[in-house]
């Protein structure tokens, strides 16, 4: 069974899915009006630790995401994926570097398309990555959300 929670982010309303094992989605949903997180329905511990990870990481405070995540995808899809959970916090590759990385190095669109398709966006941060030459490229969900994103790890690292 999919639990879902709508929730105002600091980049918009988002949609988080878990199931009974992991989070299985996290994305904008624009028209969505946000609910309160404590309006009766009792969520899953998988959720509700996925939303308190997620707060932290907007307040600046988590670097790292440890709730399980299952992504699906084709199995290159889920190489890239894999690929970009290895980018240190604050830090970003390029497409190429990516593809490099998974052993497929002429497949840097491959790549780009495969971060498109990205279920669970900052949680598997395909927000880190950028064009070869430093250029914030596409975003799924907007090219301002990728650049606050990048803006907020690099605040959050600068900070004692």
């Known amino acids: 069974m ?90 970003t590759r390029s497409y190429k570097d990516i593809a490099a990385r998974i052993g497929k190095p002429l497949a840097a669109r491959a790549v780009g398309q495969a971060n498109n398709r990205n279920p669970v966006m900052i949680i598997v941060p395909c927000h880190r990555v950028i064009g070869s030459g430093g250029e914030l490229t596409g975003y799924a969900s907007g090219v301002y959300v990728k650049k606050f994103l990048l803006e907020l790890e690099k605040g959050a690292q600068a900070q004692p």
């Open 2 to 91: 999919t639990d879902t929670y709508i929730f105002q982010s600091p980049v918009g309303v988002l949609t988080l899915s878990a199931d009974e094992r992991a989070v299985t989605g996290l994305s904008f949903t624009p028209d969505a009006s946000p609910d309160s997180f404590c309006m009766g329905k009792k969520h899953s511990d998988i959720l509700y630790e996925a939303y308190s990870e997620l707060r932290e990481y907007f307040d600046g405070k988590r670097r790292v995401f440890n709730v399980p995540v299952e992504t699906g995808g084709t199995p290159f899809q889920r190489s890239v994926w894999h690929a970009l959970c290895e980018i240190p916090y604050g830090e």
